[in-house]
């Protein structure tokens, strides 16, 4: 009965590849963001989705693409990965844009 | 650029005590801010959101309250217990339009309650 998912919850790579992230959520929400933490413990939204619409993009390089298939999930997926990729990334969903946010575990990225 | 300031950013306690973690922003145009905490390699949990229209809200033994004249929030925990120790988060979400939808962070308090 998790209500955010995030799969995997390791993944480590070679510079260069291209990998996705898998997010979830079953509490009916209709917002979900993509955050990401730094190796210094540092959170910044990268992106928000509301009703399949992209919402936001905190200058996150084009690398980055979040990918909605429905409203319970928002997939991230990152082209041509780079040393600097590697940290941890979180899901997160609202009822609405302005309500309490509900994280996923975090999905932790390791490129070599 | 709203910036987010917390304050400390360790703080060491022995159990039973009474204690304050504190929150400063610089953009007084928020529309809600929610402290979340974060344990070691896990996600955030949500603790408490309150309104711009709101001073406090409370939870449990959590107590946080909101002053944005002063661009400050503060969130009290009484009666700290060690199951309380983590990595505390002050967020804002901004209030003007543009879609502006994502949580502005503070960088954390870790605090270590001492049995």
């Known amino acids: 009965d998790t209500a955010v998912s995030q799969t995997p919850k390791y993944l480590v790579t070679q510079m260069g590849n291209d990998k996705s992230i898998k997010c979830e959520q079953n509490l009916g929400h209709d917002t979900m963001y993509w955050y990401k933490q730094d190796s210094k413990k540092f959170l910044k939204i990268m992106f928000s989705y509301n009703n399949k619409e992209l919402i936001i993009n905190e200058t996150v390089p084009n690398r980055f693409s979040p990918k909605s298939p429905d409203k319970a999930h928002l997939n991230l997926h990152i082209n041509s990965l780079e040393l600097g990729d590697s940290a941890v990334y979180f899901c997160a969903s609202s009822r609405g844009r302005q309500e309490t946010q509900y994280f996923g575990p975090g999905t932790r990225l390791l490129v070599l | 650029k709203q910036e987010v300031t917390q304050i400390p950013a360790a703080l060491s306690v022995p159990e039973g005590e009474n204690l304050v973690l504190n929150c400063s922003f610089t953009?007084?145009?928020?529309?809600?801010l929610q402290w979340f905490r974060q344990d070691p390699g896990k996600g955030l949990t949500s603790l408490l959101l309150i309104q711009s229209s709101q001073r406090e809200q409370t939870s449990g033994r959590l107590n946080a309250s909101l002053d944005k004249s002063s661009g400050r929030s503060t969130l009290y925990i009484a009666a700290s217990q060690p199951g309380d120790s983590a990595t505390y988060l002050c967020?804002?979400?901004?209030?003007?339009?543009?879609?502006?939808?994502?949580?502005?962070f503070g960088k954390g308090t870790h605090l270590i309650i001492q049995p």
């Open positions: 967020a804002l979400k901004r209030g003007s339009g543009g879609g502006a939808d994502g949580l502005t």
């Open positions: 953009d007084s145009a928020i529309y809600n």
